[in-house]
Nanobody, 117 residues
């Protein structure tokens, strides 16, 4: 079992920046594909960005060029740097770890990001 704990959410003005962090509880963190998902009120949860154990990344079209996902396996932590934030980025952001060998998913509890003036 891997526990994931997000932090770094909050209220920010349009055009501002936030960095989310997701800390994993076990050393097996480094074999997981890690992702950030978000869910806005009344909408389905969607993938924002993901990073494999080897460092390959992919992004939703809506955040390309504004968000950057990275990981520090020594710290069992994945980050989401969010720049040029827009009101439509407002959502609860969830960290997810995927173990492809065992086909298991682990989710964090979520952190609220609100972009508003």
């Amino acid at each position: 079992q891997v526990q994931l704990v997000e932090s770094g959410g909050g209220l920010v003005q349009p055009g501002g920046s936030l960095r989310l962090s997701c800390a994993g509880s076990r050393s097996t963190f480094n074999i997981l594909t890690m992702g950030w998902h978000r869910q806005a009120p009344g909408k389905q949860r969607e993938l924002v960005a993901a990073i494999t154990s080897g460092g390959s990344t992919n992004y939703a079209d809506s955040v390309k060029g504004r968000f950057t996902i990275s990981r520090d396996n020594a710290k069992n932590t994945v980050y989401l740097q969010m720049n040029s934030l827009k009101p439509e980025d407002t959502a609860v952001y969830y960290c997810k770890g995927h173990n492809d060998f065992f086909k298991l998913d682990y989710w964090g509890q979520g952190t609220q990001v609100t972009v508003s003036s």
